[in-house]
């Protein structure tokens, strides 16, 4: 699977936005990009996909360059809920491809 | 119900005991999975189970054994284990196990210490 690259940490404050970008200069045409991420003690939470196409839904939305080798998630008015660990993921198409977790972005929210 | 339900929360087992972990799902979901996940590091895919039958393993350790009973139910069998494997184990289900867009559903994990 082609690699992601994330920042280890990032601060935001209570009722910002917060921009959470990753790096996937390798990707290839079919890879999606996922987002998942994992509050304290709990298991991963899926966030947002998308594949070329900028994405919303009710937690985020997602802005995908229009290269490909880059993407931002978007959480529109963090809270002090949505301090977790962040990982970007890309996942092959047409193939039982898995989730290969890569370091992610710890996200602090500031009240 | 969109939950993946796990059991034990917690576990503490010696070298020489065999324990097992139970992940149970009712969303429908052929496809399932365990990971291990080690303090401040990402999950590790370790088993991926696919219409109950076993269609990866990640070169885990034999004292790892998986177990896939039934569509909604899938066991992880423990014996003579090192305090090294101490970690969250986590189960997750998907619809299937092809196409990239799924998406997975974890359960909280099992916190496994291991003397």
């Known amino acids: 699977d082609a690699k992601t690259t994330q920042p280890n940490s990032m601060e935001s404050n209570e009722e910002e936005p917060v921009h959470l970008p990753c790096n996937h200069s390798?990707?290839?045409?079919?890879?999606?990009i996922h987002w998942y991420r994992q509050l304290p003690s709990q298991g991963p939470e899926y966030v947002i996909h998308g594949l070329t196409s900028n994405v919303n839904n009710r937690m985020a939305s997602l802005a995908i360059a229009e290269d490909r080798k880059s993407s931002t998630l978007i959480l529109h008015r963090a809270t002090l809920r949505d301090a977790a660990v962040y990982y970007c993921?890309?996942?092959?198409?047409?193939?039982?491809?898995?989730?290969?977790f890569g370091s992610g972005t710890q996200l602090t929210v500031l009240p | 119900d969109t939950e993946v339900t796990q059991t034990p929360k917690h576990l503490v087992m010696g070298m020489t005991n065999k324990k097992s972990l139970k992940c149970e799902q009712h969303?429908?979901?052929?496809?399932m999975y365990w990971y291990k996940q080690k303090a401040k590091k990402p999950p590790e895919l370790m088993f991926v189970y696919s219409y109950e039958k076993l269609s990866i393993n990640e070169s885990v350790p034999s004292r790892f054994s998986p177990e896939c009973p039934n569509s909604s139910l899938l066991n992880l069998h423990l014996h003579a284990l090192q305090p090294e494997d101490s970690a969250l184990y986590l189960c997750a289900s998907s619809p299937g196990l092809a196409g990239a867009s799924s998406e997975q559903f974890f359960g909280p994990g099992t916190r496994l210490t291991v003397l």
């Open positions: 993921i890309l996942r092959a198409s047409g193939s039982a491809r898995q989730l290969t």
């Open positions: 390798t990707i290839s045409g079919t890879d999606y």
């Open positions: 969303m429908g979901h052929r496809a």
